[in-house]
């Protein structure tokens, strides 16, 4: 057994989620076609200076099973971008803390030079406010085209805490104020796993805003995107070829017909293509060592795709 791959992504012979083509019923898996690359997502390495209870790429302090990815490989990606004319316009970033990574900086500046719009996956930690003037200084070059999504797992200290510890709430409340003080764009990242409705939710964070002098509409789902709870041992249903049509869905609103995932694994010399940013070490959704190679259907085989995906309307996209 590969040591990138988790017991929990190893799905038993004659379960759900089992066979690529089919259910375990014998229905016809659904799939999704690819359509354009509008955001290539890259992984910056799985270290993470938390250890949230319910992070779905278990990232940690000694979590390093994904790499650190250097400028040179990120500007690789960049240029096949160009070169196979993907059409890309997003490029964003996820750990891991993309901020432990040494070149993150240098890496932000490489994709806003090109014109693409980006957008950080962070914390807020320390690790971010350390490098408060290089990023106001990024943000007065390419005025609008860096946004960073900060995660605050609910509007109360003490549940915040439940999930990212009990000195993680501080820091990131000082980054919200400082971003929304600079006015870099930015945005945060909740949960709906607090048996609370979206509207409770909305109400919540935006008493907390109005509290703090944080100028973000919570009502905005682009704003405060409160992203569905990923369990893999939920019971989920497997997504069928008919559930388009009993959903009233289109497979191109999903993410993998519109963005990849690109992560380096501990001990690889070279990149991998995930299908999407839910799953970096499950090798089925492993598509390749290249964007152009990755370009073809994904199956749906996995409880993500149905719970987070399919049935939760969640996106990690800006």
């Known amino acids: 057994m590969s040591q990138n791959i988790p017991v929990t992504e190893i799905t038993a012979p004659g379960a759900k989620f089992t066979d690529p083509d089919f259910t375990l019923d014998g229905d016809t898996r659904a799939a999704v076609d690819p359509r354009v690359l509008e955001t290539l997502w890259i992984n910056t390495g799985s270290l993470c200076n938390l250890t949230c209870e319910n992070c779905y790429i278990e990232s940690s302090?000694?979590?390093?099973?994904?790499?650190?990815?250097s400028l040179r490989e990120v500007c690789q990606l960049l240029d096949e971008i160009e070169s196979e004319e993907m059409g890309t316009r997003e490029i964003g970033f996820t750990g891991g803390e993309p901020f432990l990574n040494k070149e993150m900086v240098p890496i932000l500046e490489a994709c806003l030079a090109r014109g693409f719009k980006v957008l950080v996956l962070t914390n807020g930690m320390n690790t971010l406010l350390r490098e408060k003037a290089k990023l106001e200084t990024l943000h007065q070059r390419f005025t609008g085209a860096l946004t960073l999504r900060i995660s605050l797992d609910h509007y109360t200290p003490y549940i915040?805490?439940?999930?990212?510890?009990?000195?993680?709430?501080?820091?990131?409340?000082e980054s919200l104020r400082w971003l929304s003080d600079t006015g870099i764009?930015?945005?945060?990242a909740g949960r709906t796993m607090w048996d609370e409705d979206e509207a409770s939710m909305r109400a919540g964070f935006r008493q907390l805003f109005a509290d703090k002098k944080i100028i973000l509409d919570a009502d905005c789902s682009e704003q405060l995107v409160l992203f569905p709870?990923?369990?893999e041992s939920a019971e989920v249903p497997e997504i069928t070829t008919?559930?388009?049509?009993i959903l009233d869905?289109?497979?191109a609103s999903l993410m993998c017909a519109s963005s990849r995932m690109v992560v380096k694994h501990k001990g690889d010399d070279h990149l991998s293509v995930q299908a999407c940013t839910l799953l970096p070490y499950d090798p089925r959704f492993n598509l390749g060592t290249t964007l152009k190679a990755s370009w073809r259907a994904v199956k749906l085989n996995h409880p993500h795709c149905a719970k987070f995906c399919v049935l939760g309307g969640g996106s990690c996209s800006a």
């Open 229 to 231: 709870e990923m369990d």
């Open 160 to 173: 915040h805490a439940l999930e990212r510890g009990p000195r993680s709430w501080k820091p990131a409340i």
């Open 242 to 245: 008919a559930c388009w049509g």
């Open 249 to 251: 869905q289109d497979p």
């Open 185 to 188: 764009p930015f945005a945060v």
């Open 61 to 69: 302090p000694t979590n390093d099973r994904l790499a650190y990815i």
